[in-house]
């Protein structure tokens, strides 16, 4: 089946730290592979995403690159600002299907 | 910059009682999602609508859940006989258009709490 395997949670950071957050996911077809971000009492906003193998999407400062070989769609950012704290989910689309699976989410916290 | 709205923002209910969680999409958008979001779980899709009729459905869709779009804009979602189990944030999304690599925009969720 279709399914996504974040890295586990919580993880907290210094300002300016480097951030990866893993995310894996096993798939039949060819599926498109989406960042969405929740900051605190707001709903799911698209943050980045990938439609084929080797696209790398990016926005605020944050890529991630449609890794077929790995089956793996890793989140990153060079330089973390207390303001990217929120729940990161990593979701994967597939052609005929209608909805999008989830990961089960990362709380990611900066400190100043 | 158009958003999907979702009322109320919070709904506490009894165990047995009927409730409606309230979404406007965007407004040239074709296809409308439910998700739930069990505390600490993953977000998990319900059901789509395109058409005016539900297009896809999860097992955990059953009899005690309908949706409609009553009037064009809004889009509902009915749970006949709330169970505790029920309790979740519930999202609302739509898109333009059909396709894995068409974006779902997600409205702000309603928080349920079944007593």
């Known amino acids: 089946g279709n399914s996504v395997t974040q890295m586990e949670g919580p993880v907290t950071l210094s300002e300016e730290a480097f951030l990866t957050i893993n995310c894996t996911y096993t798939?039949?077809?060819?599926?498109?592979l989406f960042w969405y971000v929740q900051y605190p009492g707001e709903g799911l906003q698209l943050l980045l995403k990938?439609?084929?193998?080797?696209d790398k999407g990016s926005n605020k400062g944050f890529e991630a690159t449609y890794r077929k070989e790995t089956t793996s769609f890793h989140l990153e950012k060079g330089s973390v600002q207390v303001s990217d704290s929120a729940v990161y989910f990593c979701?994967?689309?597939?052609?005929?299907?209608?909805?999008?699976?989830f990961g089960q989410g990362t709380r990611l916290t900066i400190n100043p | 910059e158009p958003e999907v709205t979702q009322t109320p923002s919070h709904q506490v209910t009894q165990m047995g009682q009927e409730v409606i969680l309230r979404c406007v999409p965007i407004?040239?958008?074709?296809?409308f999602y439910w998700y739930r979001q069990i505390l600490g779980q993953k977000v998990e899709f319900l059901v789509s609508?395109?058409?005016?009729?539900?297009?896809?459905k999860s097992e955990i869709f059953d009899d005690q859940f309908s949706v409609e779009r009553p009037d064009g804009s809004n889009f509902t979602l009915k749970i006949r006989s709330t169970k505790l189990e029920d309790s979740a944030m519930y999202f609302c999304?739509?898109?333009?258009?059909?396709?894995?690599?068409?974006?779902?925009?997600f409205g702000p969720g309603t928080r349920l709490l079944v007593l």
């Open positions: 979701a994967l689309g597939i052609q005929g299907a209608q909805k999008l699976v």
């Open positions: 999304a739509s898109r333009p258009r059909q396709g894995a690599r068409e974006t779902q925009y």
């Open positions: 609508f395109y058409n005016n009729e539900i297009s896809e």
């Open positions: 798939a039949t077809g060819y599926p498109s």
């Open positions: 407004s040239n958008h074709l296809y």
């Open positions: 990938a439609t084929k193998a080797d």
